[in-house]
């Protein structure tokens, strides 16, 4: 089995579809079709549905998919090795992060990391963080800014804590809770309308995790995918928001309210990366980078735990 026709099947398999795939890798598409013809040869079984629009893997596709891609991501991390045994950090870092991750100055990261290694190139992918951790652990990512959940520590995953912080509750400034102006309980905001994100964002899944630990279920009935959004919908007294506390800098027309009786539920932000023989070269440039550069802060007034949050601005 060669490699190339490995990068192929997987560059068609993200495309589901041959030409965009063949101008991708800078090859002809007769060229890329006859690749994955070989595959499918030796391993004696289809590995797409091709039609005239797009292709769609196979169960046998599906299955080899995963495993193509960490072997492609172990092949990328040898030369990665050498390359740094000899003094020159080289390839690609692969890093995923949430939006508007706490504590943490990711473009600002990135950046120095640029400066100090100019040949490595940076991909970034944003997403939510069960997203995220899956693509840590089937080789596709690097590392990734993510959100701690329970389900994170695996053999195929280690996490790193970076800061942490209380969530905060947002709402209108005519809103009966904020007429009130008092910390609040989960028990307080029943039968609230919340705006929220997607469950695989870590905000989502971290006040998910306070109101089951309370026994109580809540109506997300309006449901996004960026901040702004969600802050535009708060603030136009639609339903209210339980988010981390520093989402409180970002609309001073909003009133934010301390939570508690929610236990030792908080937001965690975490650094998620391979197991440590796994990690590689860039990622362990990266890490180091974020433990001694100074380069995650938390918001003004929270405290955070992390290594020196002292100097770059939260996203």
Known sequence: MELRHLQHFVAVAEDQHFTRAAERLLVSQS?????IRALERELQTPLFVRTTRRVTLTPAGRALLGEAERILAQVRSAHE??????GVLRGMLALGSEQCIAGLHVAGLLAAFRRQHPDVEICLRQAGSAALAEEVAAGRLDLAFAVRAAQQDTDQLRVVPLSSEPMTVLCHPSHRLAVLGAAVTPEDLGGEVFVDFHPDWGPRRTTDAAFASAGLRRNV?????????LLDLVDENLGVAVVPQHFRHKRSSLTALPVKGT???VYETVALLPPSQATSPAARALMSLLETGGLSTPPDGVHTSGPDPSRAPDS
């Open 221 to 229: 009935a309006l449901e996004v995918n960026d901040v702004h959004s």
């Open 31 to 35: 060229g890329l079709s006859a690749s």
């Open 81 to 86: 090795a050498v390359a740094a045994v000899q």
């Open 263 to 265: 236990g030792e539920t």
